[in-house]
């Protein structure tokens, strides 16, 4: 038989605390309203299942029947699924044995604690929505720069909001020596981690990791941005100094010059942002001596030992280039450390270490290219012996270079002995 009209069960302010909660849609809260409802009705009935519940969330109410079979008199067993003919047909005189009666349910009339239930049960279920709406809108967002509104200040760390007022963390040790805030500032950092404790998503955020620094040089320099430019590896002090090796695909393009742009303009706003972190921009290479060779700019290395296995290199100088290798409190080899993968120690060069009958490589720079005498030093040949006491096909396959370049070297080298 069909329900008969009744008026809903007004739930006004239960319904008006949830409506607009954000990031759950329309559809899934009508979904946890159900179910909520469905819940309390199981613990007063034992049972949810012969419960209809219409939620109107636009009004801010619903309507619930209980489903019930009619039983001769006398033979109910499950008062919750089963009416006697009797009471059945106080509703409705027509009503007979085996129908079902569809009965309209006052959910207010259970009293105050079922609706407390109700609500609680609800705000349970929309947190925990929240929560995982929260967390996975962020955990596929880690490496981003995001704006931050500073909310509160600790010792330990910084409580920031973003646009929808979701809580975001910054670590004191994520933070740049010099950073200094007021409630109600604008900050950016990278989203550095997500993770869910107890059921609680933290998003956590970092000034001073490196991905930071590359979020910034994509956002400033269009050929990273385009792809034509590759950040092939940062090393950071935070707020003090940092070194980036990038590499072009278009010998049309100098990737150092178009990072750090006319004048360093690029880079200026950059290093504003840093609190005036000093960025060193260089070529990479996978030739590693050559590498570390530029890593350890503006030092001037004179020749590189490298062991692979150990990851060592001995770097050898000349005593007044060994300052700026190591740079202010070690600063600058420390850098090219972490940029190479390599552990750098630097050695001063003695005059013993000069042969009398041998000649660096640097007084033949007017009839060789100065990049091929620096790429026969970058593999460790820094005189003119070094390089004819090895073998023409070591040569080649150590420099990569062109069979005719290692020849024509070879060359001026030996005809520079025979004068002698």
Known sequence: MPKKKVETVSLIDTFAEFKETKNIDRATLVGVLEESFHNVLAKIFGSDENFDIIINPDKGDCEIYRNRV???????????????LTDAQRIDEDYEVGEDVSEPI?????????ILTLRQTLAGKVLELEHDSLYNKYKDRVGEVIGAEVYQIWKS???????????????????IPGDFYHKGDILRAVIDKVEMLN??????????????????????????????ITIKGIARVPGERAKVAVESYDDRIDPVGACV????????????????????????TSNISLYIQ?????????NVYLDDVAKKAEVYLQPKEVSLAIGRGGL??????????????????????NVLDDIYLEEFDDEIDQWIIDTLKGVGMKTARDVLGTPREELIAKTDLEEETIDRVLRILNEEFEKE
């Open 199 to 228: 059921n609680s998503p933290k998003i956590y955020l970092s000034r001073t990791a490196p991905a930071f620094l590359q979020r910034l040089l994509e956002a400033e320099v269009p050929e990273i941005n385009d792809g034509l």
């Open 261 to 284: 742009g006319v004048k360093g303009r690029r880079v200026h706003g950059i290093v504003r942002e840093l609190r005036n972190e000093n960025i060193d921009v260089v070529n990479y």
């Open 294 to 302: 530029r890593a350890l700019s503006p030092a001037k290395v004179s």
């Open 332 to 353: 600058n080899i420390k850098l090219a450390s972490m940029l190479t993968g390599y552990l750098i120690d630097v050695y001063r060069e003695s005059e013993e270490d």
């Open 106 to 114: 006052d959910f207010t009339a259970f009293g105050r604690r079922a």
């Open 70 to 84: 009619v039983v001769a008199d006398g033979e109910v067993k499950d008062d919750n699924k089963e009416i006697c």
């Open 157 to 175: 760390e910084m409580l920031l909001l973003d646009e929808e007022g979701n809580e975001l963390i910054l670590p004191k040790s994520q933070q």
